[in-house]
Antibody
């Protein structure tokens, strides 16, 4: 079964750091880029970051709201992607999801078809 | 950043109704648009990719259309399990922005 599982969420104080993990199984994780999204309580979905698969250089993109504070990385030997979050703010409180992109043959559809269950980050003093 | 505007934000409908949700991009995005369904406490589920392609396993009552800046998601005959929140997302360029969501509730 193709699956993503996030972990690492928790309660932290403003200004602290936290690292989330996204572990893939049932597919060749290194062939796929990994997206991170978040959803604040009662709010809509927000795109955070994307890290490309190894074949595309493993480079990353970031939303303006987190660039310089969040860093995404990957360890394909462990089938894990990471989201390192620093200088956390109260407004970073959200459920964080990772996801991968649907590929049909050689066509990357840009639709995100596999999602994790989400991990909750609460930033509060 | 590309802004995505969904309408309506809220719709009340009955089982069997036909519902259309629209999404407008602030600039042309080709057909790089996806639609997702999200139920409370769950991760989003991909319904439509590349504007009009039905994701495997998604019922054929769901359909998508459009290109450029204007897109629609249509549910031809609402079923009880369709009551959820729906989001469009552009994937033409980063950041892959979402619409604000459309909450579909039972009348």
């Amino acid at each position: 079964e193709v699956q993503l599982v996030e972990s690492g969420g928790g309660l932290v104080q403003p200004g602290q750091s936290l690292t989330l993990s996204c572990k893939g199984s049932g597919f060749t994780f290194g062939d796929y880029g990994t997206y991170w999204f978040r959803q604040a309580p009662g709010k809509g979905l927000e795109w955070m970051t994307f890290i490309r698969g190894k074949a595309y250089g493993g480079t990353a993109e970031y939303a303006t709201s987190v660039r310089g504070r969040f860093t995404t990385s990957r360890d394909d030997s462990k089938s894990v992607a990471y989201l390192q979050m620093s200088s956390l703010k109260i407004e970073d409180t959200a459920v964080y999801y990772c996801a991968t992109e649907l590929r049909i043959g050689s066509w990357w559809t840009r639709g995100k078809d596999v999602w994790g269950q989400g991990t909750t980050v609460t930033v509060s003093s | 950043d590309i802004q995505m505007t969904q309408s309506p934000s809220f719709v009340s409908a009955s089982v069997g109704d036909r519902v259309t949700i629209t999404c407008r991009a602030s600039q042309g995005i080709g057909n790089w648009l996806a639609w997702y369904q999200q139920k409370p406490g769950k991760a989003p589920k991909l319904l439509i990719y590349a504007a009009s392609n039905l994701q495997s396993g998604v019922p054929s009552r769901f359909s998508g259309s459009g290109s450029g800046t204007d897109f629609t998601l249509t549910i031809s005959s609402l079923q009880p399990e369709d009551f959820a929140t729906y989001y469009c997302q552009q994937a033409d360029r980063f950041p892959h922005t979402f619409g604000q969501g459309t909450k579909l509730e039972i009348k």
